[in-house]
């Protein structure tokens, strides 16, 4: 069945800084999606003052699929949006689609030392614990960094798995053709990507010891003379992809370019991978926007290329 042919359609609820996907949703498919703005105030004190769309003048919410899509940028708007979950899966809803491009706390699984607080458990147990409303809440994660976290969502809440890297594939296939190996910054990544790259050569790089040092270097797979890409999940500072393609370089690689589901970026390290950068290296850099806060900073018209999310997420509802 086509998405056209979806019966019911889709109340769309957004987060603020996503609010142009539920607009682009209704845009491209006003027979399936339908957007309702919300209103993300405070009062003076700073505690939320949120008006949820679709309710009023009429309700277009109870007894309907309400799909909201969330952006968990920091602490304080993913408990703004989690008061928004809860409200909608007490407002007589048939089922609520979570959608959440990135899982901020995906890094941060497991304990090493008494104290430490493992995040990415905490946020499950929230999401699990979001109100029944018949059926469980659907959560969709895209290219999830430590994969069994999805198994840490329980009781009301069941994750489904998806990747970004369909929307790449057809980059390369579209724009590329000339790119002909996958290079994998560890074997974490190869572990987990090589299954989607079966029509290209593959590399596998890693960090080796040298005295003191950790050094990235080639582990498996030969470079001379060929059109590579780099490819993993995210990228935060950026030092270990740069290194990675550092070391193809010199090992007599013809270009190395570089493709990551989620820019992370902390304190806009994506600035010294531009032109000028220190680490200008890829060209070019693919990004998709599941962070926008991150990736409507980042110009376009250098290096960077930033695949819109948006048309994958329909596919895949």
């Not at 952006?71 to 809860?86: G, H, K, P, R, W």
């Not at 974490?188 to 990507?193: D, M, N, P, T, W």
């Amino acid at each position: 069945m086509s998405l056209t042919e979806i019966n019911p359609k889709y109340e769309v609820i957004a987060a603020d800084s996503v609010e142009e996907w539920g607009l682009l949703l209704q845009e491209k498919y006003p027979a399936v999606f339908r957007f309702h703005q919300t209103s993300w105030g405070k009062f003076p004190d700073g505690t939320d003052n949120i008006k949820i769309g679709g309710f009023h003048p009429k309700n277009y919410i109870r007894g309907k699929n309400v799909i909201f899509i969330a952006s968990f940028d920091n602490n304080a708007e993913t408990l703004s949006q989690l008061y928004v979950c809860i409200a909608l899966l007490e407002s007589l809803i048939e089922s609520l689609t979570l959608i959440l491009p990135f899982y901020p706390v995906g890094t941060m699984e497991r304990v090493v030392f008494e104290g430490e607080v493992a995040t990415a458990n905490t946020l499950a147990r929230l999401l699990s614990s979001l109100p029944p409303c018949g059926k469980p809440t659907r959560v969709m994660l895209y290219d999830l960094h430590t994969l069994q976290n999805r198994f840490y969502l329980s009781n009301h809440a069941v994750a489904t798995m998806h990747s970004t890297v369909p929307l790449f594939l057809a980059e390369l296939k579209r724009n590329h053709p000339n790119v002909t190996c996958i290079a994998f910054p560890d074997e974490g990544a190869s572990k987990r990507f090589t299954y989607m790259f079966q029509d290209f050569e593959h590399v596998v790089c890693g960090k080796k010891r040298e005295g003191d040092k950790r050094k990235v270097t080639i582990m498996d797979g030969d470079v001379l003379g060929k059109n590579i890409v780099i490819v993993d999940d995210l990228v935060q500072s950026g030092g270990t992809l740069f290194e990675c393609g550092k070391a193809l370089m010199e090992q007599g690689a013809n270009s190395v370019a570089a493709f990551v589901a989620h820019a992370v970026f902390p304190n806009d390290s994506w600035k010294r991978f531009i032109t000028g950068g220190d680490r200008c290296i890829f060209k070019p850099f693919w990004l998709t926007n599941s962070i926008p806060k991150v990736t409507s900073r980042i110009p376009t018209n250098d290096i960077f290329t930033v695949l819109d999310l948006v048309p994958q997420i329909v596919e895949d509802l």
